[in-house]
């Protein structure tokens, strides 16, 4: 028999060893690189060095890369022990998913767009669900909140990300420069501001998003 004939039938080199995970990792690579737009099955193909077609037998087609990636992400947060404190908690799990989501920053956005069943994908909503609904939030109240909550973090997080220089800096000369900038603009309210518009601590930014959401929902359960 000859080799051709003796090797028919077997996967191309490479495809024999994909594994939802391997792909999930390649899918990362690539939204990192070029971002969520350039994810395809051809893209991750091409990371993995394979057929784009062998990946059909793992994930269904792009919307499954792209479920697969936010699954991962929500799965892989280190979620809290509770502690009965509804803002310590919910502060604890906004600071344990911006933990994740930085490693991936690009692929935050897909929490908000991908509807997801897992049970690993679920559990951060479920975390955030069970210290609403603890602290006396309806149902459908709750629900309200999460989203509003996730929304919240999820911008502030790709804020963080996608802010040029224009937005704020945070070495010496560049705050220099843009505060120059901002005084100069002839608008009286951003010359007042500037020593501050020119300045951006992406981790000061993202606490005070969390506190001033928290104390909206608070204040909101509080009534």
Do not use: W
């Amino acid at each position: 028999m000859s080799t051709s004939t003796t090797r028919r039938g077997r996967p191309p080199k490479g495809e024999s060893q994909l594994s939802r995970e391997a792909i999930v990792e390649a899918t990362l690579r690539v939204i990192d690189t070029d971002g969520v737009g350039a994810v395809s099955m051809r893209a991750v193909g091409r990371v993995l060095g394979v057929d784009a077609k062998s990946l059909y037998n793992h994930v269904d087609g792009k919307d499954g890369l792209l479920d697969a990636v936010a699954e991962h992400i929500l799965g892989t947060i280190a979620l809290p022990e509770r502690t009965g404190d509804l803002r310590a908690d919910l502060r604890a799990i906004a600071h344990a998913f911006r933990d994740r989501a930085l490693t991936h920053a690009e692929a935050a956005s897909l929490v908000l767009t991908r509807q997801l069943a897992s049970f690993e994908a679920l559990a951060p909503i479920e975390a955030v669900l069970t210290v609403l609904r603890a602290a006396g939030c309806p149902a459908e109240e709750a629900v309200h909140l999460l989203r509003a909550l996730v929304a919240t973090l999820i911008g502030s997080l790709l804020r963080e990300v996608n802010a040029g220089p224009t937005y704020g800096t945070t070495d010496i000369e560049g705050i220099a420069r843009r505060q120059a900038v901002l005084e100069g603009s002839g608008l009286p309210a951003i010359a007042d501001a500037a020593p501050h518009l020119a300045r951006f601590d992406a981790g000061a930014e993202y606490d005070f998003a969390v506190e001033f959401a928290l104390d909206a929902l608070v204040t909101r359960l509080s009534h």
